[in-house]
């Protein structure tokens, strides 16, 4: 009897102590009910989960002071000390947790084109598939405000700037000879397919203190990953053919192309102003490898090399011969490699390394010009999370260039050279405030060795996101860059040129439809001026100039069924006192007013994407001789009307039609004047035209093996 007793007594003391109760209600800092949230004490197995009206209920046999932790996914970890006996009707709120990756990110000066991103202006694939930019990835980026249609050139001359003002990076590291050679009055394009890259950063200023050596603009070109099934793609086209082939295993993948293109057949089809002697004939190839690490890294190789030559005679009345002999041979070969892996949970570690070799002998009548470069890059760079809210991006980087030219005509032969290693390192700092607003601090510091020169760099940027749609992005910072090589050859006693940059952004993306509007400064010093090109003696640092002006940027992907349009506008004022300019003058390159209208039809009845893309500038500044001040003359309006057809008869199959100009307009892009006075004392002119009215393109391109997935997004 008695142990019985004692056993009653027992049982009484543990109800008693299982009975002290934990209850509470859990919200959101807008008071929402949070239902499932796990609740429990630290350190113990007791605890339960909020119901559906947010409340919780538990008993526990521990006694006293407890720490009482709630978890929930997307919100912060919640702590608190409770004394158990006095822990009924606990108000607990939760924090939402923060994502660098969810949060406001800086637009200020950039357009990225990726199938990837959420926030994105443009995809990979409208690169390709906008009417008139035939493909090229510069093409398609100047329907993009803040750039200048510079015609007969074919490059990126980004808010002011010279093409030369830009600065490539492929995979992190840079691909110096992007473009493919060509001569005056005749646009050259990229050397890379779209096809190779899965997104592209394209940056008008302000962008971050990673990249150097540019004083207007980046372009950030990153390649695709691990292709994960095998194909082979086949090209026919009126300009030549080409053949790849995709082999994937094991997270790894590799890809082969090669390529032919003989634009005679073609020059003879289509009304040239120029006689083609020998058309363009080209060879390429390209290889590419990828491999997934079984740590979440990534490496990829790439190599190109490429071949071009062309002779032609450009007419011409400024000289006795009645035109231009013009001729060119070029070798080209680029190589890059890059590993990026992650180091524990949160940091990132890469390196890369780019290597190019270009070869150019070119013929200009009597003259004769040698110009072998190679150019090496390597680079390092790290992402540390300290918090979610507090990441360093830092890194280390070295360009190699060495450039030789010679000159030989039937009096004298000249040769010059320069090397060059330019040693930098940067540091980044993204702070997030909050979900909504996030600051970017660092700085650059770099040393030019032939120019004996270092200089520091800051960096500043920041976004505030106004709504889940909308937000306000500003940055600014200081910009070096080396002369141009062709002044490197004459003299090494120069300084970098220097350009400061401000910009205000304010961006609204929703669903399918893009609206932004960006003004911005920049204010240029230490130009290279000179009074005679081969002196050495004539050259100085003392030019300057500025730029500012106004980009218009709206898209609408979904407003109007299988519909795709986008309309850019810039304004620009730009003055400059450079070169061999007598006075401070808006440059040749630069004109105050640019427009684009670009639409994509897909219509399924006929399985066939429609495009076209209408451009307008307003006149190019010109030198006139014949005339009182210097460039105050305008070439009339340039317009063009471009259009493209992209037919799939079967999943694996489409056949392409491009052409550009289809209204005829007379495209000048400017006057070239003789070097003395006829007898009545004036400068005999001639225009500057494209080799061509218009440019038409055919092409039948076939996938054999896997679908192409790009398709679908036509």
């Not at 694939?125 to 200048?148: H, R, V």
């Not at 040393?447 to 749609?469: C, D, G, I, N, V």
């Not at 004036?682 to 035209?689: N, V």
Request: with cysteine; glycine share 8%.
């Amino acid at each position: 009897m008695r142990y019985i007793f004692l056993i009653q007594i027992l049982l009484l003391v543990n109800l008693s102590v299982a009975q002290s109760l934990v209850t509470g209600h859990i919200t959101d800092p807008n008071g929402e009910e949070l239902i499932g949230a796990n609740v429990y004490l630290k350190d113990t197995y007791d605890g339960g989960t909020s119901d559906f009206d947010g409340n919780f209920r538990f008993e526990t046999y521990e006694e006293g002071d407890q720490r009482l932790v709630v978890s929930f996914v997307g919100y912060e970890p919640f702590e608190q000390l409770i004394h158990v006996g006095e822990s009924e009707g606990i108000q607990i709120v939760l924090k939402e947790a923060f994502s660098s990756i969810e949060a406001v990110t800086i637009t200020a000066g950039s357009f990225e084109a990726s199938d990837k991103k959420k926030a994105v202006v443009l995809k990979s694939l409208d690169i390709a598939t906008t009417a008139g930019a035939t493909a090229d990835i510069t093409g398609a980026l100047n329907t993009l405000p803040g750039t200048q249609k510079v015609g007969e050139s074919g490059r990126l001359f980004v808010r002011g700037g010279t093409a030369n003002e830009t600065r490539i990076y492929i995979d992190g590291v840079e691909a110096a000879n992007y473009y493919g050679a060509s001569a005056n009055g005749i646009p050259t394009r990229s050397r890379f397919s779209p096809f190779l890259f899965k997104g592209t950063f394209f940056s008008t200023g302000g962008y971050s203190a990673e990249y150097g050596q540019a004083l207007s603009s980046a372009l950030i070109l990153n390649t695709l990953d691990v292709d994960p099934e095998n194909k082979i793609d086949l090209s026919l086209m009126s300009v030549g053919v080409d053949a790849g082939v995709t082999r994937s295993w094991n997270d790894q993948s590799i890809y082969t192309k090669v390529g032919y293109l003989n634009l005679n057949p073609y020059n003879q089809a289509i009304d040239q102003r120029v006689k083609w002697i020998d058309g363009t004939v080209s060879w390429d190839g390209t290889m590419a490898y990828k491999k997934k690490l079984d740590n979440g890294g990534m490496w990829k190789v790439m190599g190109m090399i490429n071949t071009t030559d062309f002779h032609l005679h450009e007419q011409t009345k400024l000289n006795a011969h009645g035109y231009n002999d013009i001729s060119i041979q070029n070798t080209n070969a680029f190589a890059t490699s890059s590993l990026n892996v992650p180091v524990g949970e949160t940091d990132n570690f890469y390196v890369g390394v780019s290597s190019a070799w270009n070869r150019d002998e070119v013929g200009y009548n009597e003259n004769g010009i040698s110009n072998p470069d190679f150019n090496f890059h390597f680079k390092t760079k790290y992402n540390h999370e300290f918090t979610s809210k507090l990441i360093l991006n830092t890194g280390t980087e070295v360009f190699y260039e060495s450039v030789e030219q010679q000159l030989e005509n039937e009096l004298d032969t000249l040769h010059q050279e320069f090397q060059n290693i330019n040693a930098a390192y940067y540091a980044e700092m993204d702070h997030y405030l909050s979900e909504n607003l996030v600051l970017r601090y660092g700085g650059r510091m770099s040393h030019q060795s032939a120019l004996k020169s270092t200089t520091l760099e800051p960096r500043f940027s920041m976004a505030y996101q106004l709504s889940e749609y909308s937000q306000f992005s500003l940055a600014s910072g200081q910009f070096y860059q080396k002369p141009n090589q062709d002044y490197l050859l004459v003299t090494d006693q120069l300084k970098q040129e220097r350009a400061q940059h401000y910009i205000l952004n304010f961006q609204r993306i929703k669903e399918n439809q893009v609206f932004r509007i960006e003004t911005y400064l920049k204010d240029y010093d230490h130009l290279v001026r000179f009074t005679d090109q081969y002196t050495p003696e004539s050259f100085t640092n003392d030019g300057e100039g500025y730029a500012y002006g106004v980009d218009l940027f709206w898209r609408d992907r979904g407003g109007i069924r299988n519909l795709d349009y986008w309309v850019s506008y810039s304004y620009l004022k730009s003055e400059r006192y450079f070169q061999n300019y007598p006075t401070k003058s808006v440059p040749s390159f630069a004109t105050a007013h640019n427009a684009s209208f670009v639409i994509k039809k897909f219509v399924p009845a006929i399985k066939s994407q429609l495009g076209a893309t209408y451009s307008v500038t307003s006149g190019r500044p010109y030198e006139n001789p014949n005339r009182e001040g210097f460039n105050e003359s305008r070439t009339r309006v340039y317009q063009d009307l471009s259009f493209n057809m992209a037919y799939l008869p079967t999943p694996e199959l489409i056949i392409y039609f491009s052409a550009t100009n289809l209204l005829g307009q007379d495209q000048v892009f400017g006057y070239r004047y003789a070097n003395t006075p006829d007898e009545a004392g004036s400068f005999q002119s001639e225009a500057i035209r494209l080799p061509a009215k218009r440019f038409v393109f055919i092409g039948c391109f076939l996938t054999i093996g896997a679908f192409n997935k790009q398709i679908e997004n036509l």
